[in-house]
């Protein structure tokens, strides 16, 4: 009998790419999405979509209804413990068997950064709630380097406030085909788990540089700046104040080595290595030409 897997943050970057990974599966697709007028990607997936708002405990009752599996992303902001304080309480409140949960790398109490620590929040709340549980953290996303792509298109060149930092980065489509395989392995085995998810190797951003002009045909130079340049950019950008100051925290965490490390817990789920940036670039390769995300 199918499995119904309430997929919520559905439009975004891991989401979307699970839902692809989920495709052909047996399980009945079921996406909540907070403004109707996007429920038309969750819907050419498969999924039945419902509207809803993690920060709106009453809107939630009917997607969770009949539900045995749920996939919890929150929004990255200072209501994440919120939300997912509410869409934990809607999930007990209608049986619901397993929460599979995307957290972030390094998510402590003394997380350098305030990602890391307000999802450590959610997370000990999600090991205590009584339901099957398990907790992936990815680390850096290349798909983040979508967004110096125009820059990129432009200039052959990039900015970031990262300064020789080594950073063991992942393919978000690495992370949804985790995903995917907990919520396919049915719901004890991965129960109590956490997988920290990583790229194949720990890079600095000159090293992708390299990687992405290997990829592209034509040189491509990543050029350090300080904080002030970089946060200046994202709040001219139109990046709310938070967010800046969340990046910037995380900049610095990675800038005195807090992300130099990989894991072998990809490999070990899929039974394949990680995809390295030179795949990825490849893949995106329109997006770095054009300018495009």
Partial sequence: MSRTVLITGATGTVSTALMDALSGADVDLRALVRDKSKADGPAGKGAEVFVGDLGDPRSLPPAFEGVRDVWLLTPNDPRAPENSMNALWAARQAGVERVVRLSVVGAAHDAPNRSGRLHALSDRELEVCGMRWTILRPHWFMQNLLNEAGDIAATGTFSLNMASARIGMI?????????????????????????TLTGPRSLTFGEVAGRLGLALGRPV???????????????????PRWIADMLEEYAQAYASGWGDFTTGTVAGLLGRPPRDVVEFARDHAAAFTSGGG
């Fill in 171 to 195: 393919d978000a489509r690495d992370i949804a085909e985790c995903a995917a395989r907990v919520l396919l392995d049915g719901p004890d085995r991965h129960h109590g788990a956490t997988y």
């Fill in 221 to 239: 130079t990543y050029l350090p700046v300080g904080d002030d340049t970089r946060r200046t950019a994202l709040l001219g950008h139109g990046a």
